[in-house]
């Protein structure tokens, strides 16, 4: 046989076998149909002391091919964060017979098994291990708290949309434990909570949090949809509530009815964590949401300040991103990527209403939410990363980078669509208002563009478009104009707001009170603006400025202080030699330690130190002080 020949019936033979594999390993493409019966999930959440969860699954099937998946794209994170890595022991049985699976080279999250004849369901069973140290993830389960996220504990056939599954969960909880979640309660016998069943996609926007130490405040009393403050935490101290602090809380609640003019869930659950060793959180879900902070949010409720913005956040989120979502994330399971390119509106503008509900509801004062905006317009005007990455560019981050840590933030950039997108709001809120002669606001179009199909909690999709035309309604303009201007351009930090509103960006040699408390809760020492980089408690040195003092003096990341101007460092010694810079010729001199280098380095600033703030504008309208103020 002629060598071209034998080639080429070699290459077409290993081109059908080839194409046999991928047929007979293809991931069937999910159909807008109910699937047949219901799937029941155990999960057994009573290991506390070795951190692992328990599950069992019986899965209605048909004899041939079935392919189950692992959740990969997980909602409100915005990535592919599914924790694989976490998943374990998986066995797969049918009549009690084992079967053998064989993951997917290609989707990793797949696992392809063929079902007997004779079956009519399948037997699974695996454990999702929490992540035991901080080097393996977040913390999901203590000696005192734990947090369900259903999309780490459950498998789901390949083929049908995630919201044409149903499932019917069960959980047992550690002796005598309690439990908030959006689920609602078929039976509890002992132990054991059986939910009633639901449709997938809802079960996995239903996080649960369960407590040996829980307690639960009712945020609007007497309400036909209820709002629950679910509490967890490490002590039975904590979670008690003043009066006054749970007020608030009900402030919060009334105040974004105010602002939306709806409701889109049954009722409501915030689950709020306090603890020194459960992970923290901020996920905002439809029904719900996960929040985690420190031990001393009711505990020292003056230091805990700079912390009660999360809440505000997340259930903005329940109008802004759960109801109402961008187009491109109307996917049918979670194993088909999310498309982000609206999480300037979705994360954005819920980040600016958060700010406004935490000073119009007293969660946070007035005047330190004004701190909040002044931290944040200074952060833009120093990010030379703004000239060259947009931020329509970062909201492709979730997937580029999956929150891990970068060495060079200020050139890299990160999610700045949150806080860079609560400026452009500003800057949209403060137009509106000027050019209606302040009759008209940002508040307007989140009545009208949030608050329809009052009660309704099915998902309703928007396009850059929607928004486009729903700003117009309020006030017409070249709203498509200014908004990518300010989306894709890398110029000037979005600063129009502030001035709109009357305010301008400054720089004192003390920060507020709200900014220094800030930075001693994070234990952090701030040079930003003046050395151009921050100080852990230890002295090494984070967020490092491109191009800033620091950077030109050579100082990289890893990097430690050890002393300053011959003088072992303390905050208050680096402090005091950049405030006796500003009257000296010499530059400060660090003694820098990186690995087992040691270096002398000389930064030439003489600019003293500087702390941002906001100054009032002489003879203009206070439109930031209408902004925040409690609607009546």
Same mark, same amino acid.
Do not use: C
């Given at each position: ?10 290459? !077409? ?9 991928? &047929? ?15 799937? =029941? ?30 959740? +990969? ?56 291990? !929490? ?31 995630? /919201? ?33 069943? @639901? ?38 101290? &904590? ?18 009815? #105010?602002?939306?003019? !709806?409701?889109?869930? +049954? ?15 901020? /996920? ?25 913005? @999360? ?39 819920? +980040? ?12 946070? #004062? ?120 300010? =989306? ?26 709200? =900014? ?17 980089? !921050? ?61 087992? #280098?040691? /270096? ?24 930031? +002080? ?7």
């Amino acid at each position: 046989m002629h060598k071209s020949l034998l080639a080429l019936l070699v290459t !077409s033979s290993l081109l059908l076998h080839a194409r046999a594999k991928a &047929a007979a390993d293809t991931i069937p493409t999910p159909v807008d149909q109910s699937y047949p019966g219901t799937i =029941l999930l155990k999960v057994d959440a009573s290991n506390t002391a070795q951190q692992i969860f328990r599950i069992t699954e019986s899965i209605p099937a048909k004899p041939g091919k079935l392919t189950l998946l692992y959740p +990969q794209w997980v909602p409100a994170n915005h990535g592919p964060s599914g924790p694989l890595n976490q998943f374990a022991g998986l066995k797969l049985s049918a009549n009690g017979k084992p079967l053998a699976w064989k993951r997917d080279t290609v989707n990793v999250h797949a696992f392809h098994i063929e079902v007997p004849r004779d079956a009519k369901s399948v037997d699974v069973e695996y454990q999702y291990l !929490s992540p035991t140290e901080a080097n393996q993830g977040r913390t999901t389960i203590t000696g005192e708290i734990l947090g369900i996220q259903w999309h780490s504990m459950v498998l789901y056939p390949a083929g049908h949309s995630a /919201r044409r599954i149903t499932v019917q969960p069960s959980l047992t909880l550690p002796e005598g434990w309690q439990y908030g979640s959006a689920l609602e309660e078929a039976d509890r016998k002992g132990d054991t909570v059986q939910f009633k069943p @639901l449709d997938l996609e809802t079960m996995v926007d239903s996080p649960l949090f369960a407590g040996r130490y829980f307690k639960r405040y009712d945020l609007d009393p007497g309400a036909k949809v209820p709002v629950y403050l679910n509490v967890v935490a490490d002590t039975a101290e &904590a979670v008690e509530a003043k009066p006054e602090q749970i007020e608030l809380h009900r402030a919060m609640v009334q105040q974004a009815y #105010k602002l939306f003019n !709806s409701y889109h869930y +049954q009722h409501y659950d915030f689950l709020l964590a306090l603890s020194e060793e459960f992970g923290g959180i901020g /996920r905002e879900h439809h029904q719900s949401s996960e929040n985690g902070v420190k031990l001393d949010y009711f505990t020292d409720w003056a230091k805990a300040e700079s912390v009660r913005g @999360l809440l505000p956040h997340e259930f903005t989120h329940s109008w802004n991103g759960k109801f109402r979502r961008p187009a491109d994330q109307n996917v049918p399971n979670f194993n088909t990527p999310l498309q982000n390119s609206l999480l300037w509106v979705y994360e954005g503008q819920t +980040q600016y209403w958060g700010q406004v509900l935490s000073a119009r509801s007293g969660m946070i #004062k007035l005047d330190s939410v004004r701190d909040i905006f002044a931290a944040t317009a200074a952060r833009y005007d120093n990010m030379l990363g703004r000239s060259w990455r947009p931020v329509q560019d970062t909201t492709n981050d979730p997937i580029i980078n999956g929150r891990r840590p970068q060495g060079w933030t200020s050139w890299q950039r990160g999610e700045d669509y949150y806080n860079e997108g609560a400026l452009i709001w500003l800057d949209v809120d403060t137009k509106i208002r000027e050019m209606s002669g302040d009759s008209k606001s940002l508040d307007n179009f989140a009545r009208n563009f949030f608050g329809i199909d009052n009660s309704a909690y099915v998902a309703n999709h928007y396009t850059f478009e929607d928004v486009v035309k729903a700003l117009n309604a309020i006030q017409p303009f070249d709203w498509a104009g200014f908004l990518r201007s300010r =989306l894709d351009g890398t110029g000037p930090a979005p600063l129009d707001g502030l001035t709109r509103a009357g305010w301008k960006l400054v720089y004192a040699e003390t920060a507020t009170p709200y =900014l220094k408390a800030a930075e001693e809760r994070s234990k952090m020492t701030d040079f930003q603006y003046s050395l151009g980089f !921050s100080l852990t408690a230890e002295g090494k040195v984070e967020a490092l400025q491109w191009e800033g003092p620091g950077f030109k003096a050579g100082i990289g990341g890893g990097t430690t202080v050890l002393a300053v101007n011959g003088t072992a460092y303390k905050p208050d010694v680096l402090r005091a030699a950049v405030t006796a810079a500003k009257t000296g010729a010499k530059p400060i001199e660090l003694l820098v330690k990186k690995g087992s #280098k040691y /270096r002398t380095l000389l930064i030439d600033y003489h600019g003293g130190l500087k702390y941002p703030r906001l100054e009032r504008i002489a003879d203009t309208p206070d439109r930031l +002080q209408a902004i925040l103020s409690a609607v009546k």
